[in-house]
């Protein structure tokens, strides 16, 4: 799966939201010292500062990774991490003087005082608030955790993680693969299954991350591990003497205070993320948008053909097993879903992983004429154009999908998967996708689906989602349906 950044910006806003409060409040104070009790905002100079340096603060913390393994740095790494900061900012500021030619309008006194302040209550704030968060640290978090261990290291393990949840990770429970699976908690966490049935529960939960630690000299479980890389899953396992060859990329990390070598399909950086992550909003707002004036248009036409609802919503698998509903406009007549199963035999996609069918009498508007020809009504005009896709860009606001990703499945569908199509599920799902633009009208072959979504997950980038973006709109306007 995409190995995000565990101390990315976004878990960071906190830290980021401190500094910004710092930041503004040495220069109000910077200004008063050196002007006297007067509001720095009424003079434009001094306002278009205000902003700008906000602007720059911000900036560099993301794209310099300011606060990665913030949680982890002493009081003399914070101390340098908070000099470079301050330096960046007033360069950076007296650049954009520069640039404006407003140097002569601004108060060198006021840029220095502003450094100066700037530095001292970032700092403090800085060792406060990791203060706070590390009293704090035993809060359950998003992303999952399931520990795989023995029965005498179990204790050891958890206590480890816990006392050292710098991820703040929410920890399932406990695979145990030796001893007494009859207990039903260690140090507080459930003992959720042994051995034989750890796949089982890793396929029907909820697990994206997985750490094994067995004691020196115990055979690693390969077959285990080889299943949950083909699964999606991050794996990290502790450095022992004899380290479980496995594929996919590997990085050495930490995990609580254990030295782990980690492995997943691909990575994404914190920079990447937040670039991914801008691009959907801003493309979610802007189809939003058109999918609001779209339903002034299509709603009437669509109530007046086929009585029922405008929207479509289904229950759909997301990244790592995760549920969601997903909407679309409704091309299909109200009781679709009933008449799929005796549709099942016209199936073109073998084995029922996804449902594909050419002349779906269940579109609304279509029908078969007496010379046997095929009649497309106003469903098929949605799903030609892609515009019945167009509701799932509020899906993407709400962050149950991306613009761009892997195709997410139903749940019926979802059930049949086997280890190997679950690592499609290791990216969050998407409007379109590579697989999409590769042709899907003419794609029946599920394997083949599957070996494009890891293709993608694979070889990520920004660049390329900027690619598929591009295609997905030239397929849509030659009307081929990419989405």
């Not at 006297?36 to 434009?44: K, L, S």
């Not at 606060?67 to 650049?95: D, P, W």
């Not at 690619?467 to 081929?480: A, D, E, Q, W």
Request: include cysteine; aromatic fraction near 12%.
């Amino acid at each position: 799966m995409y190995r995000k950044c565990s101390q990315g910006w976004i878990k960071h806003m906190d830290f980021i939201m401190l500094d910004l409060v710092c930041l503004n409040l040495s220069f109000f104070l910077a200004y008063i010292i050196r002007h006297g009790f007067e509001i720095p905002y009424t003079h434009v100079t001094y306002r278009n500062m205000a902003f700008i340096l906000s602007l720059i603060a911000v900036l560099l913390m993301i794209f310099f990774e300011m606060f990665k393994n913030v949680l982890k740095r002493g009081y003399l790494a914070e101390a340098v991490m908070t000099l470079k900061q301050v330096c960046m900012v007033e360069l950076c500021a007296v650049f954009y003087l520069f640039a404006v030619q407003e140097g002569g309008a601004y108060s060198r006194t006021v840029m220095y005082l502003t450094g100066l302040i700037y530095g001292v209550t970032g700092y403090i704030t800085r060792v406060l608030w990791k203060s706070f968060l590390k009293r704090k640290v035993k809060r359950q978090g998003k992303r999952t955790l399931l520990i795989l261990t023995s029965e005498n290291m179990a204790p050891a393990v958890l206590e480890n993680i816990k006392s050292h949840n710098y991820e703040n990770f929410h920890i399932l429970g406990v695979a145990l693969l030796d001893g007494d699976r009859a207990r039903r908690q260690i140090g507080g966490v459930p003992v959720v299954v042994g051995r034989e049935n750890v796949l089982d529960y890793v396929r029907r939960e909820s697990v994206d991350e997985v750490f094994v630690d067995l004691p020196e000299g115990q055979e690693q479980p390969t077959e285990l591990l080889e299943h949950f890389s083909e699964m999606g899953l991050v794996v990290h396992v502790k450095l022992l003497d004899g380290e479980p060859a496995m594929p996919r990329k590997q990085s050495v990390g930490h995990l609580g205070n254990y030295t782990v070598m980690t492995t997943g399909i691909n990575y994404i950086t914190n920079r990447q993320l937040f670039l991914k992550r801008t691009l959907d909003i801003a493309g979610g707002l802007i189809g939003s948008l058109f999918t609001l004036l779209l339903a002034l248009f299509l709603g009437p036409i669509i109530k007046l053909k086929s009585p029922g609802s405008l929207f479509f919503v289904q229950e759909r698998v997301g990244k790592n097993g995760r549920r969601f509903r997903m909407y679309k406009f409704r091309s299909m007549y109200a009781d679709a879903e009933e008449r799929k199963a005796e549709l099942a035999v016209q199936n073109q996609v073998k084995d029922g992983f996804m449902f594909k069918m050419e002349r779906d009498p269940r579109i609304i508007g279509s029908r078969q004429l007496p010379d046997g020809t095929y009649k497309k009504g106003i469903g098929n005009f949605l799903r030609d154009w892609s515009l019945d896709e167009f509701p799932q860009f509020f899906n993407v606001l709400k962050g149950d999908m991306s613009l761009i990703g892997t195709r997410p499945p139903t749940v019926e569908e979802w059930e049949k998967y086997e280890f190997r199509h679950m690592a499609r599920l290791a990216a969050k799902p998407g409007i379109t996708g590579l697989w999409q633009i590769s042709g899907r009208s003419s794609i029946t072959d599920f394997e083949e689906v599957v070996k494009l979504d890891l293709q993608y997950i694979s070889e990520w980038s920004f660049a390329m989602d900027l690619k598929i973006l591009m295609k997905t709109v030239k397929v849509v306007l030659g009307r081929n349906g990419a989405m």
